[in-house]
């Protein structure tokens, strides 16, 4: 696709479990973001993996939090041992690298609810 | 540090109405600057953008001017339609690293006829 697409789009958890939520960035697009949005606030942002770099992980919120992304391709941020304050709409976005504007491309969100 | 603070909603006009979302930043070097809008069942998208002062972004009929001496960004349209109910946020990059974006809370505009 020509978009950004990320899934599942609705994932309903129990506290405690942990999940997987998975990320297709734009072909082509070196850099890739992850970011939360609670209910009725901003985007916070997660975390960042530009190509072969080590990724900036300085927006994520705990160590139960954890993201992978294999070359420049799928990333998936994994979440352990669930929490109710986990509840969130999670956000892929992908660019073309260091771009001079710094526009991202969003996809769909994955929104988790942990009862 | 980098921040974004924009105008609560939510915020509810009849058409053709005039719209003004008021944003304003705070940021450690020469951001560039971004309204992304969010349509109901849909992912967020770029509505416009400037990247340096004085620079007018505009698409949609939408304006903002990147004004430094006020470090505003304020979101404009002079007659909204019903297409345009949406969530608009406010964000900036602050083209250092990551280019990370940082977001305001976003305001909820209605638009009824």
């Known amino acids: 696709g020509a978009g950004v697409s990320q899934s599942p789009s609705n994932k309903v958890t129990e506290k405690g479990k942990d999940v997987e939520l998975r990320c297709d960035p734009i072909?082509?697009?070196?850099?890739l973001y992850w970011y939360r949005q609670r209910l009725g606030q901003g985007l916070e942002f997660l975390i960042y993996?530009?190509?072969?770099?080590?990724?900036?992980k300085s927006g994520l919120p705990s160590d139960r939090f954890s993201a992978e992304r294999t070359g420049e391709s799928v990333s998936t941020l994994t979440i352990q041992r669930t929490q109710q304050e986990d509840s969130a709409v999670y956000l892929c976005a992908s660019s073309p690298g260091l771009a001079e504007t710094g526009e991202q491309f969003f996809g769909p969100g994955t929104r988790l609810t942990v009862l | 540090g980098n921040s974004v603070t924009q105008m609560e909603g939510p915020v509810t006009l009849s058409e053709e109405a005039f719209l003004t979302i008021n944003c304003t930043y705070t940021?450690?070097?020469?951001?560039?600057l971004f309204w992304y809008v969010q349509y109901p069942g849909e992912g967020l998208q770029l509505l416009l953008k400037?990247?340096?002062?004085?620079d007018k972004g505009s698409n949609k009929g939408f304006e903002a001017t990147y004004r430094k001496e006020t470090t505003s960004f304020h979101l404009e349209k002079g007659s909204v339609q019903v297409s345009d109910s949406a969530v608009y946020f406010c964000?900036?990059?602050?083209?250092?690293?990551?280019?990370?974006?940082?977001f305001g809370t976003g305001t909820r505009l209605t638009v009824i006829p």
């Open positions: 400037a990247t340096k002062a004085d």
């Open positions: 964000a900036l990059s602050d083209q250092t690293g990551a280019n990370n974006l940082f």
């Open positions: 072909s082509g697009h070196t850099a």
């Open positions: 940021a450690t070097g020469y951001p560039s």
């Open positions: 993996f530009q190509g072969n770099s080590a990724p900036d």
